[in-house]
T-cell receptor, first 116, second 111 residues
Framework: DAGVIQSPRHEVTEMGQEVTLRCKPI?????LFWYRQTMMRGLELLIY????????DSGMPEDRFSAKMPNASFSTLKIQPSEPRDSAVYFC??????????????FGSGTRLTVV | TQLLEQSPQFLSIQEGENLTVYCNSS?????LQWYRQEPGEGPVLLVT?????EVKKLKRLTFQFGDARKDSSLHITAAQPGDTGLYLC???????????FGQGTRLTINP
């Protein structure tokens, strides 16, 4: 398996522009998570899906952020309009949530977003 | 306020030394995981501990889950430069479908 695949690896955009981050989870995993990492705040959970359904989006900063998971093999995180304070590394992770408890997460390599 | 507090936040030691990193909480976790993250990459799972008092070893790394399942430690023996990275603990609260991450310990092993 190629692991969790994120694209793009790097994104530089101007303030006010729309940004779309993409994630392909590991086949067979039924949970998908979007995280944001900064030096100041560490890893923050933005939203997670179970069986393609959003379960908890309480970490989404504001209405400018939205996430979708149209099928089991693809998810997007969109920021519209983007602001400089959105600059961070965004990670997607997937796992299998079984009846016997949480399995470990597999993280993608992340998207480094810079908003200027 | 972090649900999981890691200490120290930064640690820089010489190759060959031993070290311990701590992960503490006032909450009880059904399981706890440790990850290592290298620059430019996502965190990678090292181990999962489930039972209170459980000890797991991974070569020179020893992981322990506290008896009350509220804390954990990671001990590295004879540290090597390849151990350099950000170490993150993450806990699963009872019945939760998601992990809570600590803020991490940034470890540097100097040759």
């Amino acid at each position: 398996d190629a692991g969790v695949i994120q694209s793009p690896r790097h994104e530089v955009t101007e303030m006010g522009q729309e940004v779309t981050l993409r994630c392909k989870p590991i086949s067979g995993h039924n949970s998908l998570f979007w995280y944001r990492q900064t030096m100041m705040r560490g890893l923050e959970l933005l939203i997670y899906f179970n069986n393609n359904v959003p379960i908890d989006d309480s970490g989404m900063p504001e209405d400018r952020f939205s996430a979708k998971m149209p099928n089991a093999s693809f998810s997007t995180l969109k920021i519209q309009p983007s602001e400089p304070r959105d600059s961070a590394v965004y990670f997607c992770a997937s796992s299998f949530d079984g009846s016997d408890g949480l399995y470990g997460y597999t993280f993608g390599s992340g998207t480094r977003l810079t908003v200027v | 306020t972090q649900l999981l507090e890691q200490s120290p936040q930064f640690l820089s030691i010489q190759e060959g030394e031993n070290l311990t990193v701590y992960c503490n909480s006032s909450s009880v976790f059904s399981s706890l995981q440790w990850y290592r993250q290298e620059p430019g990459e996502g965190p990678v799972l090292l181990v999962t501990v489930v039972t209170g008092g459980e000890v797991k070893k991974l070569k020179r790394l020893t992981f322990q889950f506290g008896d009350a399942r509220k804390d954990s430690s990671l001990h590295i023996t004879a540290a090597q430069p390849g151990d350099t990275g950000l170490y993150l603990c993450a806990g699963a609260l009872q019945g939760a479908q998601k992990l809570v991450f600590g803020q991490g310990t940034r470890l540097t092993i100097n040759p």
